[in-house]
């Protein structure tokens, strides 16, 4: 006979979050940052010059490359960015061509953790205590406001944040996690959409640049299934198994078995601890809390199925040396998990995660605000000193349309607080509501009025422009070694053609370019004098040095 639950929640602590206001804090989630932008440094400028070489045929659909150099690249993401530049050519801007299929991905996952929770909430073992003289929750209002939460609760996590709004695979990655999970949970309930999920979610994740890992979730899920007590769950055994076979051979064929393990070291564990503690938050302090209070059910679906992704993303991390984008995979789970606890929770815990919530949120947006108003107009004066001399060169300019969205955004975060503060104590997601809204409120501020001045800090744009002061349009330019984000740059910003293979400089290239941030500044190669330096307006350490070849002169 299984334990009783810890679970205890009335019929009206079980009403759903209100559609509207969910629905309009998702989009305020997503949408911020899609537009108005450049791609940015890094992983997100790297991945955006891979898809815009694709699409405009500059490098192969099958062996993508880099100023010469092949990519070490993940290649089902990238054929999906680059089909979309292709399809809306000379229709919209290639930037957001390629963030629109990646912000689909998003919701995607948003969506299925949802539907995931759903499933598992309306399972025997999760449901809560029935009471003796009735008055509990119904198990579907259950479920739907135990899906609220978990919604909630991966919004609120702070490395979904930015990982989550960028053009790189791991964004493909986490959605097919999502969508495997999603499989497992539905499989007594959607048999057909269970099976379909599963089979596409492991082979999308090795071709997304995760074979290990889909192969690690594959067993697992297998386990699980296999000593599922659902005969539904059990015949999903097989199908797991073939996903899991599809996935390495589909890896096999895309080339994508690169072992990116480092080997841990001890004194890389203080540092991953403190990665684990803030990327994750607030979620894990929930989820630790639902596996000590469901201690005795962790055998059941709605444990078990969520520590799949929690465990191969938290292992896959330690192997990486702390990899943050190996740990995003687990952060579905880790949702799914935090929203459990919610129907355990003490009305004086509840009450903590508000306060602190509210303060914490509010202080970021007071922040925000300013140094928006210092920038605007001079005062205070100290931020704006130190604006100008973190981002030398940046001219403010103002946006009546960003500046009404951040309003309307800090006046709804006002009225949340207020609702929160009054005497509404019933409903389950209540102590999401802030944490969530805290993050939405934040990032849409953070992309409506510091937008200029982070895109000024992180474009290329603004390094790309001082470069075309040196070198004329449509030069070759030498660049043995050079980062391929920076091989990005100037190809897709400079229209430059880049070759950044290691004999570089013996071939017929009029132009070189080397990035150091040596001092003092290195000699010049034989046959090459310097023509001049660019800086990045934000780097102070970081040096261009551009040459041109002797015989040219």
Request: glycine share 8%; aromatic share 10%; net charge positive.
């Amino acid at each position: 006979m299984s334990s009783p639950t810890p679970a205890l929640v009335t019929q009206r602590g079980a009403r759903r979050l209100p559609r509207a206001a969910l629905l309009l804090l998702c989009a305020v989630y997503v949408l911020p940052g899609l537009f108005g932008r450049d791609p940015w440094r890094n992983a997100d400028l790297t991945a955006f010059g891979q898809m815009i070489a694709i699409a405009e045929g500059r490098t192969s659909w099958w062996s993508p490359m880099l100023g010469g150099v092949p990519a070490d690249t993940a290649l089902l993401p990238h054929w999906l960015g680059a089909a979309f530049i292709a399809a809306t050519a000379g229709v919209v801007e290639p930037a957001l061509a390629a963030r629109v299929p990646f912000a689909l991905l998003l919701v995607l996952t948003l969506v299925l953790v949802w539907y995931t929770t759903f499933h598992l909430a309306r399972t025997d073992a999760a449901q809560p205590v029935p009471f003796a003289f009735g008055g509990e929750a119904e198990p579907m209002d259950y479920a739907r406001a135990i899906s609220d939460g978990a919604l909630l609760a991966l919004m609120a996590t702070l490395g979904l944040l930015q990982l989550g709004h960028e053009t790189t695979p791991e964004l493909a990655q986490l959605a097919a996690m999502s969508l495997f999970m999603y499989g497992l949970a539905a499989a007594p309930y959607r048999h057909g959409p269970s099976r379909a999920a599963v089979l596409a979610a492991l082979p999308l994740l090795a071709g997304s640049g995760a074979p290990g890992m889909a192969v690690a979730a594959g067993l697992a899920g297998a386990t699980v299934c296999w000593y599922s007590r659902y005969p539904q769950v059990r015949a999903i055994t097989a199908w797991v198994a073939a996903a899991t076979g599809a996935a390495v051979l589909l890896a096999l064929a895309l080339g994508a078995w690169r072992w990116r393990t480092q080997g841990l070291d001890t004194g890389d564990l203080p540092g991953i601890a403190r990665q684990w503690l803030w990327f994750m938050w607030p979620a894990w302090p929930l989820a630790l809390w639902t596996l000590w209070r469901w201690r005795r059910h962790l055998s059941h679906r709605h444990l078990s199925v969520p520590l799949i992704p929690v465990t191969v993303a938290l292992l896959s991390n330690l192997a990486m040396a702390g990899s943050d984008r190996a740990l995003m995979l687990g952060l579905p789970g880790m949702a799914v998990l935090a929203a459990f606890a919610l129907p355990t929770f003490k009305r004086s815990t509840a009450a903590a995660i508000d306060w602190l919530s509210m303060f914490f949120f509010s202080l970021c947006a007071i922040t925000i605000w300013v140094v928006y108003a210092a920038v605007q107009t001079g005062t205070p004066a100290k931020p704006a000193a130190n604006v100008a001399k973190l981002a030398p060169g940046f001219e403010a300019s103002f946006s009546a349309p960003a500046l009404a969205l951040a309003i309307a955004g800090t006046l709804a975060w006002l009225w949340l607080v207020r609702w929160r503060t009054g005497r509404h104590r019933e409903a389950l997601w209540k102590s999401l509501v802030l944490p969530a809204g805290g993050v939405a409120l934040c990032w849409l501020l953070l992309m409506t009025l510091w937008l200029p001045l982070l895109d000024y800090a992180r474009s290329p744009r603004p390094w790309v422009s001082r470069i075309a002061a040196l070198v004329p349009p449509e030069a070759c330019i030498a660049a043995p070694g050079l980062a391929p984000a920076t091989v990005a740059a100037l190809e897709h910003l400079g229209r430059w053609r880049v070759d950044a293979r290691p004999a570089a400089l013996d071939g017929p290239c009029r132009y070189a370019m080397r990035v150091t941030r040596l001092r003092p500044l290195p000699a010049a190669p034989g046959g090459w004098r310097l023509v001049g330096q660019a800086r990045r307006p934000t780097d102070r350490d970081e040096v261009t040095l551009v040459y041109r070849r002797r015989q040219a002169d």
